[in-house]
């Protein structure tokens, strides 16, 4: 597969030309930034625009293997991850319709920013049952269809919002839910943050691939491509007004930077040519073989994990409630024998996997497990800490309570007070409290339990 913007780059680069452009580094810099810099330009002729690509020009094409590789009828490219392209997205869903959104509760917090920017109020669907982390809400079609039901035609939302795969790997029947959001001609929208190398598995089980409407996938987090690199994919399935390029484009400079990073746009076509190689295609799918054994090969040495026909193939999530410590104690662990992981919680670690992880590092990672197995004295016969998310009133919109004037008080103060900035556990950035709800006690002490102590309340 080609890859115009490297391509450009490289010849810019060898070209030597001298640089009265953006940035200030010229190219040069001292010796670490002149390794990087002279691919770093601005928009300089023919380099394209990335909210106005032209025909021919090297974003456009390079766009286009993207949408050929994921089989969209459109993607675009964000340098600002998927918080930029999900703005979009919902900035699309609801541009000329009822500024309302149907979403499941364990939305990443720049859904929230996103929402509080537009004015969008959203109806939550919060799980049924207890769970065991915020992470996850495991939501049926049934669920959805229950909500659906409950609007009068005139009120239904603009779109359905769904967060899939969550963070700790739990995957949503897309293809169910996506039937259900046809029935009442709704677009089903995907936080795919976490599974852009969905597509490329043996059984694609991509968003786009079950029915989504629109999905953005961050390339970054499980892709070979640099921090920041993210893709807004359109189904060729969805209403052609999603499908005009311009009206993307127009949608994401609204919300993005009007200097996007070419060494990241450089990285996304790069990806393209890997992803475009059966080579790279069988080791992703051999590396989730790889991770199916080493998942089994954890449980003899005695760790609980999350393993089920739901969580998604690259993410490992070690349980720790059964070992009697936190799931940080376990992080710290795993660092002292230079193990370096994704993120961890009360109960749980996760551990993100990608082809360019090999057999060292598994092995690595497994004698490190034996290692603390081994030196645990404690054990906990607590198999479960399942609790209910809470469901605090809401009294505001999302963006006034967000504009209103706010003060920070003690959590203990914040009793029947409105939330001015959501409280989320970061990372993952899963909302707690949203701006606009009441802190009531149940909340408070949901809270407590994430060692959050203070809030911010509106005045
Ligand atoms: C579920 C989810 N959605 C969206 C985002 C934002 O993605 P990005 O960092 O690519 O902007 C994240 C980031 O962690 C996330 O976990």
Known sequence: MKTPIYDFLTEYKNKSG???????????????????SPFDITEISGA????????????????????????????????????????????????????????????????????????????????GEAVDSVCTIRLSADDFENALSNY???????????????YLGNMLDIHSISDVCKKYEIPLLVDNAHGAYLNFLSNNIHPLNLGADMCCDSAHKTLPCLT???????????????????????????????????????????????????EYIDKLNNTCKRVNALKNEIKLIGFDLIDSPHTEPLKLVLLTNKLGIDGKELLYMLEKHNICCEYADISSVVLMISPENNDNDFNALLSALKEIKSSLSRTSNISNTAFNI??????????????????????????GRICSSSVSICPPCIPLVVSGEVFDRKTINLLKRYSIFSVNVVK
């Open 152 to 166: 009068k035609k005139s009120e239904l939302p603009s779109a359905v919002y769904i967060t899939t795969p969550d």
């Open 228 to 278: 920041g690199g993210a893709y807004l994919h359109i189904s060729k399935n969805t209403k052609d007004e999603f499908k005009s390029r311009a009206n993307v484009k127009e949608a994401m400079q609204i919300f993005a930077t009007t200097s996007p990073s070419y060494l990241i746009l450089a990285s996304l076509d790069l990806c393209n040519r890997i992803l475009s190689n059966k």
């Open 48 to 127: 394209d625009f990335l909210f106005n690509t032209s025909d021919g020009g090297i974003i456009g094409e390079s766009e286009k293997n993207a949408s050929q590789l994921f089989n969209s009828a459109l993607t675009v490219y964000s340098t600002e991850g998927s918080t930029l392209a999900l703005k979009t997205m919902l900035f699309l869903a609801v541009k000329g319709k009822r500024k309302k959104i149907l979403a499941a509760r364990n939305v990443h917090k720049s859904f929230i920013n996103a929402c509080a920017l537009i004015d969008i109020d959203v109806d939550w669907l919060f799980p």
């Open 390 to 415: 809470t469901k605090p009133e809401k009294k505001m919109s999302i963006r006034n309570a967000l504009f209103s004037k706010s003060e920070n008080i003690p959590i203990e103060k914040a009793l």
């Open 18 to 36: 001298i640089r009265f452009h953006m940035p200030g580094h010229k190219g040069r810099g001292s010796d670490e930034l002149s390794s990087v």
